[in-house]
């Protein structure tokens, strides 16, 4: 897979600090997260449904990779992709798709702006087409003036390979489908005089390196490192609450402070698990919970002990803790420690004076190793590695 300077994901970002592309330069890329890997591997599924004329059903057991991650399309996501599958095929009935591009890679400047558009279709009638795309988290994406679908927009327009579906094009519509939403179709239709005048403004500001603090900064890889946004946030810390202006000026800038403020405890903990020594923090497990060490044979077992159903079940097998929770509620008597495992969930960043041991890092976030001795001590580092 391609990818451009100027892509859908960002385009909103673009516009709002064209200075990012710059600033961004040359910060390493974190790995993907969970959530990301997961919406991805839905991507996919929903490209072999209109690609393969299948069900999601029928996806089951498909493999997503990405570099050195895999993630399975198991029985546990079908109920999500059937829904976007559904809502796909009612929103091309509606608009009466007659032709359709699945994925297409358009371009509004070769090798530097555009993108893969999840659908592109044209109706049967020539006059509506369609830029959907799909979103799989539970935080709810606009589709009034989307940047990214405009993006797709302007470049399947320009771009050779589908330039001839716009002949006769007067109404463009966005859809999102983002099945974890009530509702979970959005659309939004505008003209051609609005999407030209959207080209105007993305040209220009590809052609700038302002940078601009606000809500955009939330997902930038350079937001820890950017002058701008720290400016803003040691602002924010100046604002009183003595009256009612400097309260509200604080309330404002809340969340944009909260978001960069995660960001660069994200940004922290990937350059300590790669090796850089930063002043005051470490990497520690987390807690260590309860998990089953094997659900199926966990539910199966209970099964056999004819213990009620309903009292380790809802939709599915309960978890360890929940389970333990509800048979002392019911007073029953079961060992389930057979069961049962406790283990980390992972690492997670921490202050030098948190009571967790710190652990050893060697360049790479996945090779950790628990360190022996004194948390406060400093940590020797084999093959350290600065990628910042």
């Not at 997961?38 to 449904?49: I, K, Q």
């Not at 790479?364 to 628990?370: A, I, Y």
Request: proline share 3%; net charge negative; glycine share 6%.
């Amino acid at each position: 897979m391609k990818h451009l300077k100027y892509g859908g994901s960002t385009a909103a970002r673009t516009l709002a600090c064209a200075g990012w592309i710059k600033a961004s330069k040359d910060i390493p890329k974190s790995p993907p997260g969970d959530a990301a890997i997961t919406g991805s591997m839905h991507h996919e599924v929903m490209e072999r449904c209109q690609r393969d004329g299948v069900e999601p059903k029928q996806c089951l057991g498909l493999v997503y990779k990405e570099k050195e991650t895999t993630r399975e399309f198991t029985e546990d996501d079908l109920t999500l992709s059937e829904i976007a599958y559904q809502a796909t095929n009612t929103v091309l009935e509606e608009l009466d798709i007659d032709e359709l591009e699945i994925e297409p890679f358009v371009q509004l400047i070769e090798d530097e702006a555009g993108g893969y558009v999840d659908l592109l279709g044209l109706s049967e009638d020539r006059h509506t087409l369609m830029i959907l795309d799909y979103k799989f988290g539970r935080g709810k994406v606009d589709v009034e003036e989307s940047a990214q679908h405009a993006l797709y927009a302007v470049s399947s327009r320009a771009d050779k390979k589908t330039k001839d579906l716009w002949e006769q094009v007067k109404d463009i519509v966005f859809v999102i489908i983002q099945p974890q939403l009530k509702g979970g179709v959005f659309t939004w239709h505008t003209d051609l005089k609005w999407l030209k005048d959207f080209k105007n403004n993305f040209v220009i500001a590809m052609d700038s390196d302002e940078l601009h603090s606000g809500d955009h900064c939330k997902w930038c890889p350079a937001a820890p490192y950017c002058p701008v946004k720290r400016a803003d946030v040691i602002g924010a810390k100046k604002l009183g609450a003595r009256i009612k202006k400097e309260l509200q000026e604080g309330a404002d800038i809340l969340g944009e402070v909260e978001d960069w403020v995660n960001s660069m405890k994200q940004e922290l903990f990937t350059q300590l698990t790669r090796g850089v020594s930063i002043k005051g923090w470490k990497i520690v497990e987390k807690k260590p919970t309860r998990k089953w060490i094997d659900e199926k044979e966990a539910e199966q077992t209970l099964i056999e002990a004819k213990i009620r159903r309903s009292i380790f079940t809802k939709t599915k097998l309960l978890t360890a803790v929940q389970t333990i929770t509800a048979f002392k509620k019911n007073d029953i008597d079961f060992d389930l420690d057979k069961l049962i495992e406790v283990k980390s969930a992972g690492t997670t960043l921490a202050p030098e004076h948190d009571d967790r041991d710190a652990v050893e890092v060697n360049g790479v976030p996945d090779n950790l190793k628990k360190l022996v001795g004194n948390p406060k001590s400093k940590t020797k580092k084999e093959g350290k590695k600065d990628n910042g």
